[in-house]
C-alpha cells in the first residue's frame, strides 16, 4: 500500500488495513485460530451476514439511542450473532428463534467484531464468539459485555474534562446487551457490545486517517514489495525523521498510557491491535487513539490512590488491586511485553531504515520518558530488574494462571 493510495480511500482504508495490511500476532495463533473461511478476517470474501437470537432475559448497558444500527433495526428482545455460532446454538438445544438478518458486515482483525456496511455505517460490533479465536474462547457474559462501556464512560469524562493527553482519543463504546438462553445444561449469556468509528477526543477533527497500528510495520500482503507505511511517513513529512519518531509517533503514546494509570488507574492493553493512529491528511500530525475497551485493566489500588470510583458493575471482571500474587507481573506485562515488545519494537524496525539512531539509543529515549511518570506511581509497580510476557500456548480461562515467562533486565524502564 502506497501513502497516495491511502489519501484516496481515508474512509475505506482502515477496512482493507485491518485484514491485509496484517502480519498477525506475535504469538502466530491469529490465523492458526481464526474464524471460518466464509468470515475470516484473512479471506476474500468482503463481507457476510448477521445472524439474530432472542431471548426473554435480557439485560443493557447504556444508551441504545448511541447505536443506532442495533436500536433501528433489532428488536429490543434480540442480539445479533455471528454466523460461525449458529450450530453452537442448536447443539446446545438453545430455543432462541435463530434468524437471518440483512445486517451486512466486513470482518476485521480481531475476527469476532465486525465492521457494519449497512445503511453507509462504518461502526462495529463485538460479538460473542464461543470458539477459540487467537488464544482463547471469546464468549461476552454480562460481565464482558459491560465492562468496555464502563470503561468507555470513565475515560469519556476525563477526555471531556481535559483531564488526559490533547493526543489521547478512543472509539467509544456506549452500549451493551446481553441475553441469557435457556439450555439444557443451565442458562447460557450470550452478549454484544457497540462501537462508534468516528474517534472522540480534543483534537478528533483533525483526524483525516485512522489506521491500525500493526499496519504501519506490517506487509501488504498484496503489495509486498511495497516499504512499510511507517517507512512512507516518515519519508513524506521530510526533515528530521528521529525526531518526528519520537516527538509525534512514541512519546504521545507513552504519555497517554501512564497517563490513563495516574489520572484514572487504568491500564490499556495497547497491543498493536488495540492501539489505532489518527492522522492529518499530510500526516504531520499524529494522534494516539484506543479501542477495545473491555481489555483495560481497572487498578482498584491505584484508583483508590487517586480518587476514582471502584464501583463497578462488571467486577471483579478486569479488576486487579496490590493483593493479588501476581500484581507487579501484570503491570510489567501490560507494559513491557504487550506495549514494549508488540508495539514499540516492531514501530522501531518499520522506522529505522529512515532514523539515524540505533535501537539501544531508541529504548534509551523511551527509558528516559517511562522514568518522568514512575514517580507518580507507587515505587513497587514494576518488579524490580524482571519483566513478563507470555509463553506461546493457549490461555485456559477457567484458571486464574497465566503462562508469563520471565526475563531479566527491562528494555524499556528502568
Not at 437470537?53 to 439511542?65: D, M
Amino acid at each position: 500500500m502506497l501513502l497516495k493510495d491511502v489519501r484516496l480511500h481515508p474512509r475505506t482504508i482502515m477496512r482493507y488495513a485491518e485484514r491485509f495490511i496484517n502480519d498477525g500476532s506475535p504469538s502466530g495463533f491469529s490465523e492458526l485460530n481464526s474464524t471460518s473461511p466464509a468470515t475470516s478476517p484473512f479471506g476474500f470474501k468482503p463481507y457476510f451476514t448477521l445472524l439474530s437470537a432472542r431471548s426473554t432475559n435480557v439485560r443493557t448497558f447504556g444508551s441504545l439511542t448511541d447505536a443506532p444500527f442495533v436500536m433501528d433495526r433489532l428488536p429490543s428482545d434480540s442480539i445479533y450473532v455471528h454466523p460461525d455460532m449458529e450450530k453452537v446454538l442448536r447443539d446446545q438445544g438453545t430455543d432462541c428463534d435463530l434468524r437471518r438478518t440483512n445486517m451486512l458486515v466486513a470482518p476485521t482483525a480481531s475476527g469476532r467484531t465486525v465492521q457494519i456496511l449497512s445503511g453507509n455505517s462504518n461502526d462495529y460490533l463485538k460479538l460473542h464468539y464461543a470458539r477459540v479465536l487467537g488464544r482463547m474462547t471469546r464468549e461476552l457474559s454480562f460481565a464482558k459485555a459491560i465492562s468496555g462501556p464502563e470503561t468507555s464512560r470513565l475515560i469519556e469524562a476525563a477526555v471531556q474534562k481535559k483531564e488526559l493527553p490533547a493526543a489521547l482519543h478512543l472509539l467509544p463504546e456506549p452500549f451493551a446487551r446481553v441475553v441469557s438462553f435457556e439450555t439444557p445444561t443451565g442458562d447460557k449469556e450470550w452478549g454484544m457490545v457497540y462501537r462508534r468509528s468516528d474517534p472522540i477526543g480534543p483534537e478528533a477533527e483533525k483526524i483525516r486517517i485512522l489506521l491500525p497500528c500493526f499496519s504501519l510495520f506490517s506487509a501488504d500482503r498484496f503489495a509486498v514489495h511495497h516499504p512499510t507505511l511507517l517507512s512512507q511517513v516518515l519519508s513524506e513529512v521530510g526533515g528530521d525523521a528521529d525526531e518526528y519518531f519520537v516527538e509525534t509517533i512514541v512519546t504521545p503514546v507513552i504519555d497517554a498510557y501512564f497517563m490513563l494509570l495516574r489520572i484514572l488507574g487504568l491500564q490499556a492493553e495497547w497491543n498493536a491491535q488495540n492501539l489505532l493512529f489518527g492522522f492529518s491528511a499530510d500526516f504531520r500530525c499524529a494522534f494516539v487513539v484506543m479501542r477495545d475497551l473491555e481489555s483495560v485493566d481497572k487498578d482498584i489500588s491505584l484508583m483508590e490512590r487517586v480518587g476514582v470510583s471502584t464501583d463497578f458493575d462488571s467486577a471483579p471482571y478486569k479488576c486487579i488491586d496490590a493483593s493479588q500474587y501476581n500484581y507487579q507481573i501484570k503491570h510489567s506485562f501490560m507494559f513491557d511485553f504487550k506495549l514494549g515488545e508488540c508495539v514499540l519494537r516492531p514501530l522501531f524496525g518499520a522506522a529505522s531504515c529512515q532514523l539515524k539512531m540505533g535501537f539501544d539509543t531508541f529504548a534509551s529515549v523511551v527509558r528516559t520518558r517511562v522514568v518522568k511518570h514512575l514517580g507518580y506511581l507507587p515505587p513497587n509497580f514494576f518488579p524490580d530488574g524482571r519483566w513478563y510476557s507470555f509463553d506461546k500456548v493457549l490461555v485456559d480461562q477457567r484458571s486464574d494462571a497465566r503462562p508469563y515467562l520471565e526475563h531479566r533486565s527491562p528494555v524499556f524502564r528502568q
